[in-house]
């Protein structure tokens, strides 16, 4: 079984402040971790991804997430935040080794940028 | 160039009627996935196709629920004597498959079912 973690259902920061949004991840086996975001009434539009290789995945709008093998974490960062960047955030895991394609989801975090 | 599509972005509905929503991928994706949103579950996966066969249908929640995929393309989810617990957003989802399993789906907008 595979399961994702967002320990926080929302996140308040300040505009111009770096932000963290949290994830965990369970998995056997290799993982690949996704990230996506979901503006209201929108799908949900991809972020970035890790594969392989680099811990540090850079992704679209300035985002970056840092893949923690030993912790099982994947959190997403930014070093400054934008009242755009307000959104519901989604982190996904999907095993490397299977041929089970669907994403497992995490809960969601809220991301609230105030000005 | 165009996304994944959804129709009818919104479907209200009556206990015990059947429903069908539709999904357009993007062109030459070959993987088509189902999911559903709804408040208290988060998103699940319901079914993947690959080409027009489902080889995982691990997610869908009853019989009342099925899916086809013809021509490699659309995709119809339809839900058979709606329940109220089946009101969500039904999201569909299509990503490239060659022979690795790690491309990112794109999602389409999603259509909200209401069931009265």
């Known amino acids: 079984a595979q399961s994702v973690a967002q320990p926080e259902d929302q996140v308040n920061v300040a505009e111009g402040n770096p932000l963290t949004v949290k994830c965990t991840y369970s998995v056997s086996g290799n993982p690949y971790l996704f990230w996506y975001v979901q503006y209201p009434n929108r799908g949900l539009q991809f972020l970035l991804k890790y594969i392989t290789g680099d811990n540090l995945v850079k992704g679209s709008y300035g985002f970056e997430a840092e893949f923690n093998k030993s912790q099982t974490s994947f959190h997403l960062k930014k070093p400054s935040a934008l009242v755009s960047d307000s959104a519901l955030y989604f982190c996904a895991v999907k095993r490397m080794d299977t041929g089970r394609r669907a994403l497992t989801f995490g809960s969601g975090t809220r991301l609230q940028v105030q000005p | 160039g165009a996304g994944v599509s959804q129709s009818p972005s919104n479907k209200v509905t009556e206990k015990g009627k059947d429903v069908e929503l539709r999904c357009d991928p993007i062109?030459?994706?070959?993987?088509l996935y189902w999911y559903r949103q709804s408040l208290g579950q988060g998103l699940e996966f319901l079914i993947y196709?690959?080409?027009?066969?489902?080889?995982?249908k691990s997610g869908l929640p009853s019989d009342r629920f099925s899916a086809e995929r013809t021509g490699g393309s659309v995709s119809t989810l339809t839900i058979q004597r709606t329940q109220q617990e089946d009101s969500a957003v039904y999201l569909c989802a299509s990503s490239l498959v060659g022979g690795t399993s790690y491309n990112e789906q794109f999602f389409g907008p999603g259509t909200r079912l209401t069931v009265l």
């Open positions: 062109s030459g994706h070959t993987a």
């Open positions: 196709f690959q080409g027009n066969s489902a080889p995982d």
